[in-house]
């Protein structure tokens, strides 16, 4: 099955104007692009991969910025529940003051009583999943800094190692062991927390499709089985500070309206920012899958997570 893209107006001038300017990395990207077409729900590593999973190897401290955002997203949603919940009981409330002692109007009273119970119990909930939230941000921050200065620790005993001075190696990799085991739990008790905030959070759909051999990553959404849509493009990025920005522009783009974007299959992609080299655009892609099947997801180094 082949992929349907979708850009929005944003991300298509982007890449128009980045074709036209640099045409090189514009083709490298219209490539990366290509590939795209070429998956569907079922293409796994190391092409693509959960955006989250992407996150905790690559990026540990974004990883946990990530799920805290999302948190507080579903959170969001959860106060809204609340309103929502308070505004049908107020609306109620004035219909029954309105009807009097009509046998209606007693029918009214009791399903107020039971709007008052839900709200007072969703309200409940609410509160108590903000602590949690808010006690999960703070052992994010701690646990971020802990993970700077472990690597911190870590460039200066190779530094010594290089100079020919004594080390400390073997306590460097246990403070970055620690460091990685907080990261997990913490990671953990985020994947917790949105089940209980939201049945599906831990499905979000947003992936990565990664192109180590070009030094290419493009986030994506699956909308539907066969319908992807693009939200960022790097390249030959430091991947952690990317993250860190790419994550937000890839949230907007998923709140834009529909209305916004445009439907593309390969063939029309092709024509629209390379006519004429639809053939070797295509056939780039195709080199571009076949040298990543064999590359392995993320990094192997200290920075990454077991």
């Known amino acids: 099955m082949t992929y349907r893209v979708r850009m929005s107006a944003e991300v298509r001038d982007w890449l128009s104007t980045l074709v036209a300017q640099d045409h090189e990395k514009g083709r490298a990207i219209g490539e990366a692009v290509a590939v795209l077409f070429e998956c569907d729900a ?6 693509v991969v959960p955006l989250q999973s992407a996150l905790r190897t690559q990026s540990p401290g974004s990883a946990l910025d ?5 948190l507080l997203q579903l959170l969001q949603r959860i106060r809204r529940d609340v309103a929502d919940m308070a505004a049908a009981r107020k609306r109620l409330g004035l219909q029954i003051s309105r009807a009097g002692h009509e046998q209606n109007a007693r029918v009214a009273r009791r399903r107020y009583e039971e709007l008052v119970r839900e709200e007072e119990r969703a309200a409940l909930q609410s509160q108590r999943l903000q602590a949690k939230v808010d006690a999960f941000r703070v052992r994010k921050e701690v646990v971020k800094a802990n993970y700077t200065a472990a690597q911190a620790r870590q460039e200066i005993d190779k530094a010594f190692a290089a100079a020919g001075e004594p080390s400390m190696s073997e306590r460097a990799v246990d403070d970055m062991t620690a460091v990685h085991a907080a990261i997990s739990e913490l990671l953990q008790v985020a994947d917790d927390l949105q089940r209980q905030l939201s049945d599906d959070a831990a499905n979000e759909g947003t992936s990565e499709l990664r192109l180590e051999s070009a030094d290419l990553r493009l986030l994506f959404a699956a909308e539907s089985p066969d319908t992807a849509v693009l939200l960022v493009v790097g390249m030959g990025q430091d991947w952690g500070a990317w993250y860190d920005e790419a994550l937000p522009l890839a949230q907007a783009e998923r709140e834009l309206a529909g209305d916004d974007f445009t439907d593309y299959d390969l063939a029309t992609f092709l024509s ?4 004429g080299e639809e053939t070797e655009v295509r056939a780039g892609a195709f080199r571009l899958i076949e040298l990543n099947r064999a590359q392995e997801i993320g990094p192997t180094g200290a920075d990454g997570l077991p």
């Open 66 to 70: 990530y799920c805290y955002r999302r």
């Open 272 to 275: 629209e920012y390379f006519p």
């Open 42 to 47: 079922e293409t796994g590593a190391p092409l």
